[in-house]
């Protein structure tokens, strides 16, 4: 479709461009009858930013007469027809009218109205370079003209610098322009500005300032009378709020910025608002809200490649919507979000792509997406970025140490933008990942997600939902207590039908995955049994320990329980045991305190959560359990020691101290220790009454208790 006839010139002569598209193609004349200065100042009203471009353009100064020549082949003619098109049928038809217009041999004023006004329509159809030679060709010509062409020329560069983040320059041809040309534009001038500096500041992640533009922007258009701008700066203001982790106020700023009106001169901005909606929806996890805004979001016509962005983070957020409940649909809106990126869209395209992939088992594409987010955000210095990527990097790692590196980056990251729930998610995760689940850090990182109004159940493709698909099917708890979890619910007693069933996993766990040969477990279950007797009673205990495990066989790869002729084993692969969760990160904690990590008081508390009890308390006095008990024991203590150690606060050493204690009442170092924090705290009657317990139970045993010394005063108790 186009304004132009087949043949001929640009607009036939004998007619003007409004008489021509009012006689000839009435259909597409839209709003512009009137003066054009009049039509765009009721489009600015109604949020019409290019509208506000054009008359910080000089439109609304040198537009209203008709005394310019109309011969159909030069500029006056060609920007009424432009304007036109734009009023009725949008920035295509502008651009294509604008790029068969003859401006050689033209007066300088002409050639500068239309020189401004087409790089207005080329900044908002996406094509920077275009407009930028037109606005610089426009300045060149206006030096000889008067002071009000030039203040336009400097308006419109304001407006480039804007765009482009170069606040100096913008600055700079802003006082330019109000010093040519005092009170002309000015306010209308600093709203654009302020918006397009907002906009800039959230796309590099310079989260504070975008809030702050766009809350100013909020206020001078309410207080100048421009409340059509606002659903855009609240849509700024909410994608910032929600990478701050303020989802409270990011939803109440999206749905402003969604109320743009579906029809009229802002039209354009409403798919930006519903995807800054759809966004937030899919932070809170709510991905039925989620879903309606964004699929409404790419409803709305996006009719210039300057909005090929919002299209891109709409797919890509539609994607990770649509991830938990229909991948095939995720897939595809994945690849065309990245198929269409450019420029800011490129990093969501590919996190949206790398989401999606992880959770449908594609690690190769999950890493390597997440890999080029991270090295773009990195040489951009976008932080949030690139602790998502490190997030998903975490996710991707096979070992734990380089898992915990990346999720502590990732937390840093997130720290340094200031998203209080990225680094509760981070900790979560890592925490999952470790088995530690229901310690109070966690429980804590839950109730800061969930203030915010972050549903935990897994609804979309983010890191709550990996892991929590990772959760094994089969969970034993040896710690405290002998509990099996099919699902996270318990085993009923009833279903284990036998004793020996169960005795044989008790077995089989305090093994630590090592085969068991068949003869060693006949002799613990059937002691004195002849093989062939205790044989086949085994391999009926096998079956049913299996059943009971897996009773509708969900498990497709694999089997809980190894087995062959000679020996059987469980497979910790399948079956998530409490007590190897506790060693390794026992293990890991320790190490960490040794070489003085920064992570150590972390790994260190997380340790001492997951001890809850001593192995099997209630196989106290079988051999095959003491080994396990006291290795679980021997962890326990050292992690309290190193806590002892590194803490700064008086009553959580004590703690640590008294814990070891009860696990061994004649550990003398945890005594003495104890009995010397206690006096360094000036706490002299308890140290006196902790050194008497330490005395007597060295006495219990035939040792002369020390003297312990106070460290400062080198004074004997």
Request: some cysteine.
């Amino acid at each position: 479709m186009t304004l132009l006839p087949s043949s001929g010139s640009v607009i036939p002569p004998a007619l003007s461009a409004f008489a021509y598209v009012r006689d000839e193609h009435p259909e597409k004349s839209g709003e512009p009858r009137a003066d054009p200065a009049t039509v765009l100042r009721d489009r600015v009203k109604a949020g019409d930013r290019v509208a506000a471009e054009l008359l910080l353009a000089g439109l609304g100064e040198q537009a209203s007469g008709t005394g310019f020549p109309d011969n159909g082949k030069q500029p006056p003619v060609a920007w009424r027809a432009a304007l036109v098109a734009y009023c009725g049928t949008g920035l295509a038809e502008v651009v294509e009218l604008l790029g068969e217009t003859q401006t050689a041999g033209q007066p300088a004023r002409e050639d500068v109205q239309f020189s401004l006004l087409a790089a207005v329509w080329y900044l908002a159809w996406g094509d920077l370079a275009g407009s930028r030679e037109l606005a610089r060709h426009a300045g060149e010509v206006a030096r000889d003209l008067d002071a009000a062409a030039r203040a336009a020329c400097h308006r419109v560069l304001a407006v480039q610098a804007s765009h482009d983040g170069d606040d100096a320059l913008a600055d700079e041809h802003s006082r330019t322009a109000l010093e040519l040309a005092p009170g002309a534009h000015g306010t209308l001038l600093a709203l654009t500005m302020s918006l397009y500096r907002a906009r800039h500041a959230l796309e590099r992640e310079r989260l504070a300032e975008a809030v702050a533009e766009s809350e100013a922007a909020v206020r001078v258009g309410r207080v100048a009378g421009y409340p059509g701008f606002e659903p855009f700066a609240l849509g700024i203001a909410a994608a910032a709020k929600a990478q701050l982790g303020r989802l409270g106020e990011a939803l109440a700023d999206a749905l402003g910025a969604a109320r743009t009106p579906a029809t009229g001169a802002a039209r354009r901005d409403r798919a930006f608002g519903l995807t800054v909606l759809g966004g937030v929806h899919r932070r809170r996890r709510e991905a039925l809200q989620a879903r309606e805004a964004l699929e409404a979001a790419l409803g709305e016509p996006m009719d210039c490649p300057a909005a090929g962005v919002v299209r891109t983070v709409a797919l890509a957020e539609l994607a990770r919507v649509r991830a938990t409940d229909d991948l095939r649909s995720a897939r595809e809106y994945a690849r065309q979000a990245v198929e269409s990126a450019t420029g800011p869209g490129r990093t969501a395209a590919l996190l949206g792509r790398s989401w999606v992939a992880l959770l449908s088992g594609d690690t190769a594409t999950a890493a390597a997406d997440a890999e080029e987010v991270k090295a773009i955000a990195s040489l951009d210095e976008r932080p949030a970025a690139t602790a998502e990527a490190l997030e998903l990097l975490g996710l991707l790692a096979a070992a734990p140490k380089a898992a915990a590196d990346r999720f502590h980056e990732a937390g840093l990251r997130y720290r340094q933008v200031g998203d209080r729930l990225g680094e509760a998610r981070v900790r979560m995760a890592a925490a999952a990942l470790r088995g530690i689940t229901g310690s109070r850090s966690v429980r804590w990182e839950q109730e800061t997600l969930r203030h915010q109004g972050v549903r935990l159940d897994p609804g979309v493709a983010d890191a709550l939902t990996v892991v929590a698909r990772r959760a094994p099917v089969i969970a034993v708890h040896a710690l405290g207590g002998f509990r099996v979890l099919r699902g996270g619910v318990g085993v009923e007693p009833g279903e284990w039908q036998s004793k020996k069933a169960r005795d044989l996993l008790k077995i089989l766990v305090s093994y630590r995955g090592r085969p068991v040969p068949r003869a060693r477990l006949m002799d613990l279950l059937w002691p004195g049994q002849s093989p062939s007797t205790g044989g086949n009673r085994l391999s009926v205990q096998l079956s049913t320990l299996r059943r009971v495990l897996d009773p509708d066989r969900r498990i497709q790869h694999g089997s809980p329980i190894i087995a062959d002729r000679a020996a059987i084993a469980v497979n910790l692969d399948l079956v998530d045991v409490d007590v190897e969760r506790f060693l390794i990160t026992a293990s890991d904690a320790c190490t960490a305190h040794r070489h003085g990590h920064d992570d150590t008081a972390e790994l260190l508390s997380a340790a001492e959560s997951l001890y809850v009890g001593e192995f099997m308390p209630d196989e106290v006095y079988a051999d095959w359990s003491q080994e396990l008990r006291d290795e679980a024991e021997a962890a326990y203590i050292s992690v309290l020691r190193a806590k002892a150690a590194r803490s700064g606060d008086v009553d959580q050493r004590v703690s640590s101290l008294l814990r070891i204690l009860r696990c061994d009442s004649y550990d003398e170092e945890a005594h003495i220790k104890l009995v010397q924090v206690l006096h360094e705290a000036g706490r002299h009657g308890e140290a006196q009454r902790r050194y008497r317990a330490y005395a007597l139970c060295m006495q219990e045993i035939g040792v002369v208790p020390a003297m312990p010394q106070h460290p400062k005063k080198n004074r004997a108790l």
